[in-house]
């Protein structure tokens, strides 16, 4: 069980602390918990801090303490991620994928990574006879999953580095392809006429996760 830091500037050793300013098409590929510290952190803390709901402190300091985890807390709640429960038991007030996918969605028009992790392309899709073939790009040899149904899927956020979110959806069903930079799935039985939900998981041979930010597609 981490233990959550309120700690002041004097004991962070910070010679200043700065009120942030927005920062524009805003992206972070870093997971962070209590203690981390870094470029992203600053990121993610200056982009947070252009909303005084989600971070009225407003201060920018390069290190992830309880304020920073009180803004993702409400970050995460907003965006339906987790609500309740801590970092160890539910990933609440920790970064891990999902909060990486969906801050980078928001913020930096859907760039998805998450730390040394592959990057996932936007994918493309082609309609056919018997369904869709999903089709994307990594940075690197990963392999990668595609969740689908015919509802909203539910993400729920890691408890820890290197754990996958949790994907649930009414009759959920998944594909996996085989290590490699190029991906094709091809999705049959599909129903007609119908919205499917969808995401794409992918995990390089570390074992180091990227999720891309749920979308759709409608077969023919």
């Known amino acids: 069980m981490k233990k959550t830091l309120g700690l002041s500037a004097a004991a962070l050793g910070l ?3 700065m009120l942030a300013t927005p920062a524009l098409a805003a992206t972070i590929s870093t997971q962070m918990d209590i203690g981390t510290k870094g470029s992203d952190v600053t990121t993610l803390q200056q982009t947070f801090a252009s909303d005084s709901s989600l971070y009225p402190e407003g201060l920018v300091t390069g290190y992830f303490g309880s304020l920073s985890s009180g803004a993702v807390k409400r970050f995460q709640a907003r965006n339906s991620i987790v609500s309740s429960g801590t970092a160890a038991s539910t990933g609440y007030g920790r970064v891990g ?3 990486i996918a969906t801050f980078n969605a928001v913020y930096g028009g859907g760039v998805v990574s998450t730390a040394s992790a592959p990057i996932i392309s936007i994918p493309a899709l082609a309609a056919n006879n018997t369904g869709m073939t999903v089709m994307w790009n990594t940075s690197q040899p990963a392999t ?3 969740y689908y149904s015919t509802s909203p899927l539910t993400v729920t956020e890691t408890t820890g580095p ?4 949790g994907i649930t959806g009414v009759n959920l069903q998944t ?4 290590i490699g930079t190029t991906n094709s ?4 039985n599909l129903y007609a006429h119908t919205t499917y939900y969808y995401m794409i998981l992918a995990v390089n041979a570390s074992g180091q996760i990227s999720v891309t930010w749920p979308s759709t597609f409608m077969t023919n």
């Open 15 to 17: 010679s200043a602390l």
């Open 97 to 99: 994928p999902s909060t």
């Open 144 to 146: 990668g999953t595609i």
């Open 162 to 165: 290197g754990q996958s979110p």
């Open 175 to 178: 594909s996996t392809v085989a």
């Open 185 to 188: 799935v091809n999705l049959t």
